[in-house]
């Protein structure tokens, strides 16, 4: 497994932007897929965004498309999430993963087997 820390969240009005960075304590995490999901409170974590190891393939939950960009930096062992026109309907913790599965399906979690402590994105109406 892999160590992963995120940061970036913090608490915006309606329509604003932040940004989410993952950062890993391994290079080899340039070899995986990396994923980005979400957990509000009282209800299951779900998919947000994946990126493949180059970062040229980019999958999106219906919810956050054309909203949400996800992207990486191999140098430096970190993958990004920017949020733009968020709604208090993003309002969750955040988690980066790495995807250790080779499905079509990027939404299921057992595919990913190294997950960070989170970050708490909290967006006010």
């Known amino acids: 497994q892999v160590q992963l820390v995120e940061s970036g969240g913090g608490m915006v009005q309606a329509g604003g932007s932040l940004r989410l960075s993952c950062v890993a304590n391994?290079?080899?995490?340039?070899?995986?897929?990396m994923g980005w999901f979400r957990q509000a409170p009282g209800k299951d974590r779900y998919f947000v965004a994946a990126i493949s190891q180059g970062g040229s393939l980019t999958y999106y939950a219906d919810s956050v498309k054309g909203r949400f960009t996800i992207s990486r930096d191999n140098a430096v062992n970190t993958v990004f999430l920017q949020m733009n026109s968020l709604k208090p309907e993003d309002t969750a913790v955040y988690y980066c993963a790495r995807r250790i599965g080779s499905g079509s399906y990027f939404g299921s979690l057992r595919e990913y087997d190294s997950w960070g402590q989170g970050t708490q994105v909290t967006v006010s109406s």
């Open positions: 391994r290079r080899t995490v340039g070899n995986y897929y």
